[in-house]
C-alpha cells in the first residue's frame, strides 16, 4: 500500500519552475499534480505574473483553485474567474523610489502591470518584454500613473539583472519592495508584499497552514515563499540564492523536476 501524500497543499511557481520554456507543462507533471490532488492536497500556483497573463496557462490547466498571482499581490478564484483579493502599489511611493533609483544608476527602461482581471501590462520605450505576452506600448510617462498598479517593472541599458535588483534594493528599498524574478526581470512591489503574503492568504481559505506546505520554486522572488514553507524544491535551473536557501534541489523544468519530487512522496 502506498503512504498517504505527507502534504496538504503543493505551492508552485510558474515560469522556470511548473513550465517548460515553451510555456507548456509536461503530461508527466500535469499527472503527478493530479495524483497529489487525488491524494488530497490542494495545488496553488503562485506566479509573479499578474492575473491576465496567468489566466489562459491555468485555463489550459483545467485548474479549478486558488493561484497567487502578481508576486503575492493577487488572490485569484480560477475555477470562478475571480479576482478575490487585490493590493495595489502606492503610485506617489513608486514614484520617490524610480526617482531614487534614477539619481543611483542612471535612467530606467520602465514597464508596469495595472490591477485588475484584465489589468493592461504597459510597456515604456527601450523595455524588453520576454516571451510572447501581450503588452500595451506608451510613450509619455504620464501614461504609467493613470490608473492603479499591481507593480513597475525596470531594466537598465548595462547593468545585469542581478546588479540592478541590487541597486535598486539600496536606493528604493525602504519604500518598496525590489524582487528579481527572472532574467531581464527587476520588480518595485508595495512595501513588504511577497509571495509569502499572498501564499499565506489563499492557504488560509483552505484551511491549510506553512506545516502542511511543500513550495517548487526557481528564482529569488520565491525566498520568502521558501521560508514561509514546512518543505523547499529548487530546480535545478534555479538562481544559486534559492538553492542556498532550499531543502533540495530537484531536476530542472525541462525534466519534470516537480513530477519526481511528487512521484517519491506520493510512494
Request: aromatic share 6%; net charge negative; charged share 20%.
Amino acid at each position: 500500500m502506498s503512504n498517504p501524500f505527507p502534504y496538504g497543499l503543493v505551492a508552485t511557481d510558474l515560469d522556470g519552475t511548473l513550465l517548460r520554456g515553451d510555456e507548456t507543462i509536461s503530461p508527466r507533471t500535469r499527472e503527478a499534480l493530479a495524483a497529489a490532488t487525488a491524494a488530497g492536497a490542494a495545488h496553488i500556483v503562485v506566479t509573479g505574473r499578474a492575473v491576465p497573463w496567468t489566466r489562459h496557462i491555468l485555463d489550459d490547466l483545467g485548474y479549478q483553485g486558488l493561484a497567487v498571482c502578481g508576486q503575492g499581490a493577487q488572490v485569484y478564484d480560477a475555477g470562478q474567474h475571480r479576482l478575490l483579493t487585490s493590493v495595489t502599489l502606492d503610485r506617489q511611493l513608486a514614484g520617490v523610489a524610480l526617482a531614487k533609483i534614477e539619481a543611483e544608476v542612471g535612467p530606467l527602461y520602465l514597464a508596469a502591470s495595472r490591477d485588475g482581471l484584465d489589468g493592461e501590462v504597459m510597456v515604456g520605450p527601450g523595455y524588453a518584454v520576454t516571451g510572447r505576452l501581450p503588452a500595451t506600448a506608451f510613450t509619455d510617462a504620464a501614461d504609467l500613473w493613470e490608473a492603479p498598479l499591481n507593480k513597475i517593472y525596470i531594466q537598465h541599458p548595462t547593468l545585469s539583472t542581478d546588479e540592478l535588483a541590487d541597486a535598486a534594493s539600496r536606493a528604493a528599498g525602504g519604500f518598496v519592495t525590489v524582487v528579481m524574478a527572472g532574467e531581464g526581470i527587476v520588480e518595485l512591489l508595495p512595501l513588504g508584499l511577497s509571495k509569502a503574503t499572498g501564499l499565506s492568504l489563499a492557504a488560509r481559505r483552505l484551511k491549510l497552514k506553512a506545516a502542511d506546505t511543500i513550495a517548487f520554486g526557481d528564482m529569488p522572488n520565491d525566498v520568502p515563499m521558501f521560508a514561509w514553507a514546512a518543505h523547499t524544491v529548487a530546480m535545478a535551473n534555479a538562481h544559486p540564492e534559492l538553492k542556498a536557501v532550499a531543502d533540495e534541489v530537484t531536476a530542472s523544468h525541462e525534466e519534470d523536476g516537480i513530477a519526481l519530487v511528487l512521484e517519491r512522496l506520493l510512494g
